[in-house]
């Protein structure tokens, strides 16, 4: 249990941080998978505004290495369509981290994973 003090200093998630080599690129990338807007701050970092959620993509100078300890999972209202869109995007399957019908594990242009869920029953 996290005391009120605490909790009222920090609120809420403010965005999703992508570190990556190619911000511009990814965000542009993501934007035509999530739709949403894209736009550089004043420092020049790059953020995707989609769905009420913002991903802010930053620069790092290394390439990603290893699994990734955060992902994102995209709820699809059609799980197949969505998999065959992604993959036309340029995304990639893992079948390495999951290979299953539950969901699909991808991995985006610079190799983060991410999953895309089958709709919710009853949906």
Not at 8 to 15: F, M
Not at 72 to 85: G, I, K, Q
Request: proline residues 5%; contains cysteine; negative net charge.
């Amino acid at each position: 249990m996290v005391p009120n003090g605490i909790s009222a200093l920090a609120p809420g998630i403010a965005c999703i941080c992508v570190d990556c080599t190619d911000p511009m690129g990814l965000a542009t990338w993501w934007q035509q998978l999530l739709g949403g807007e894209v736009h550089v701050d004043n420092e020049g970092d790059v953020a995707l505004q989609a769905d009420g959620v913002e991903l802010l993509f930053l620069a790092v100078p290394e390439a990603k290495n290893g699994k990734n300890r955060l992902h994102l999972d995209l709820r699809a209202t059609d799980f197949e369509s969505a998999v065959a869109a992604a993959i036309e995007l340029g995304a990639q399957r893992a079948d390495d981290i999951y290979r299953g019908s539950r969901w699909q594990v991808l991995r985006d242009p610079e190799g983060n994973e991410f999953c895309i869920l089958r709709p919710l029953r009853g949906s």
